[in-house]
């Protein structure tokens, strides 16, 4: 593996539902992020691990919003009740210092 | 917090010609920058960086100045190829945070 691996690609959902992204980092990375971005913008930070510490959130991050990271290896964002605004892009990066972010290819969620 | 912002939000340039995209910070203690290279249903790709104690740093092709005076920075793209379209986005980290704060991107267009 030599990249940022997400889980699934695309994912539609009905509005009040819930669902589960995946990402697997780079095996040796120890940090890992979460990111959002909606169409036409940058993405925008989420949260923040340091090996299984999540050492921070974004105010961005709502209540109906929780990220883990087990094991301080792979790590999961699950969003509770999903709304239309919701939709985005959901960004994965892993790092083995503080330079050096790599990307994952992201989750496109669709709520409908 | 860090506000990060492109210049332009689109460039057209002939192929073969060289492409200059410019950002500009807000945090003057900002100490790591990167450029990014996003296509479209793709994660961001890393493309290079620079520390704030550089003020040019040069990669294939590319080469990225910094000018701390005026928080400034820029991306050149030598001889651009059709396969350079995509959107940009320059990154920023401040000293003691984790995160990167992005601007809005900008969408290059090679002309053939």
């Known amino acids: 593996d030599t990249g940022v691996s997400q889980n699934p690609r695309h994912k539609i959902t009905k509005r009040g539902q819930n669902v589960t992204f995946r990402c697997d980092p780079i095996?040796?990375?120890?940090?890992l992020y979460w990111y959002r971005q909606t169409l036409g913008q940058g993405p925008e930070f989420l949260t923040y691990?340091?090996?299984?510490?999540?050492?921070?959130k974004s105010r961005l991050l709502s209540d109906r919003f929780s990220a883990e990271r087990p094991k301080g290896s792979f790590s999961t964002l699950e969003i509770q009740r999903t709304e239309q605004g919701d939709s985005a892009m959901y960004l994965c990066?892993?790092?083995?210092?503080?330079?050096?972010?790599?990307f994952g290819s992201g989750t496109r969620l669709t709520v409908v | 917090g860090e506000s990060v912002g492109l210049h332009l939000p689109t460039l057209s340039v002939q192929e073969g010609d060289n492409s200059i995209i410019n950002c500009a910070y807000s945090?003057?203690?900002?100490?790591?920058f990167i450029w990014y290279k996003q296509e479209s249903g793709k994660g961001p790709q890393f493309i290079i960086d620079?520390?704030?104690?550089?003020d040019k740093r040069q990669g294939q092709r590319v080469t990225v100045l910094l000018n701390k005076t005026v928080k400034h920075l820029s991306l050149q793209i030598a001889a651009t190829q059709p396969g350079d379209s995509a959107v940009y986005f320059c990154?920023?980290?401040?000293?003691?945070?984790?995160?990167?704060?992005f601007g809005a991107g900008t969408t290059v267009t090679v002309r053939a």
């Open positions: 990066a892993s790092a083995d210092r503080v330079y050096g972010y790599t």
């Open positions: 095996s040796e990375h120890n940090r």
């Open positions: 691990f340091q090996n299984e510490a999540q050492l921070e």
């Open positions: 945090n003057s203690a900002s100490d790591y």
């Open positions: 620079i520390r704030s104690n550089m």
């Open positions: 990154a920023v980290k401040s000293p003691n945070d984790y995160k990167l704060s």
